[in-house]
């Protein structure tokens, strides 16, 4: 059974880095193909792709974020790491975690429950 | 970036209608889009893969067609647990990029 779930602060000062942990069980980010990203909704909009890393540690980054986002993998503890750097209000959203599809190219099978963070002072 | 452009954003049907959502992408992107459901509070749920596959356990009511820049989620005969906001994504190339979403709400 594949499962994914978020982790981390629910409210984050601004300018302050935000830091979320995707913890997984079912599979390994050790076997080819596989891929764990992450996506944010703002309350009331449309999902957002913030970022992916592959099996082989190759990373891909939202363009319009690249500068302030960071993921890292602990593969021995099945978890990957999302850090925003700097964060505003307009950083206030539900995180996702999402499993790519193996070898899929990108659409996502598994998804996180969620972790909605308010960035407020 | 690709964008998609869903439409409508807001629909409005009754059980047992055929209801269609349209995805449109800003160039082609082959058959790379996928189509999810989401609920309230919840985490979405593909439909749909590389355009017209359906995921393993999503009833057959629901179908995608489309290919280049234009496609479409069908749902053949609307069901009460349909009601829901749907997502088109396209995965031709970074960034990843969703569309605004369609809900689809009790006529």
């Known amino acids: 059974q594949i499962t994914l779930k978020e982790s981390g602060p629910t409210l984050v000062t601004p300018k302050q880095t935000l830091t979320l942990t995707c913890t997984f069980s079912g599979f390994s980010l050790s076997t080819d193909g596989v891929a764990v990203g992450w996506i944010r909704q703002p309350p009331g909009k449309a999902l957002e792709w913030l970022g992916l890393?592959?099996?082989?540690?190759?990373?891909?980054?939202s363009p319009s974020l690249k500068s302030r986002l960071s993921i890292t993998t602990d593969t021995s503890k099945n978890q990957v790491v999302l850090t925003v750097t700097n964060v505003g209000p307009v950083d206030t959203a539900t995180y996702f975690c999402?499993?790519?599809?193996?070898f899929g190219s990108g659409w996502i099978d598994f998804w996180g429950p969620g972790a909605r963070v308010t960035v407020s002072s | 970036d690709i964008q998609v452009t869903q439409s409508p954003s807001t629909l409005s049907a009754s059980v047992g209608d055929r209801v269609s959502i349209t995805c449109r992408a800003s160039r082609s992107i082959s058959t790379w889009l996928a189509w999810y459901q989401q609920k309230p509070g919840k985490a979405p749920k593909v439909l749909i893969y590389?355009?017209?596959t359906l995921e393993s356990g999503v009833p057959s009511r629901f179908s995608g067609t489309g290919s280049g820049t234009e496609f479409t989620l069908t749902i053949s005969s609307l069901q009460p647990d349909d009601f829901a906001t749907y997502y088109c994504q396209q995965y031709l190339n970074y960034p990843l990029t969703f569309g605004q979403g369609t809900k689809l709400d009790n006529k």
């Open positions: 890393v592959y099996w082989n540690d190759d990373k891909r980054y």
């Open positions: 590389d355009a017209s």
């Open positions: 999402a499993r790519g599809a193996p």
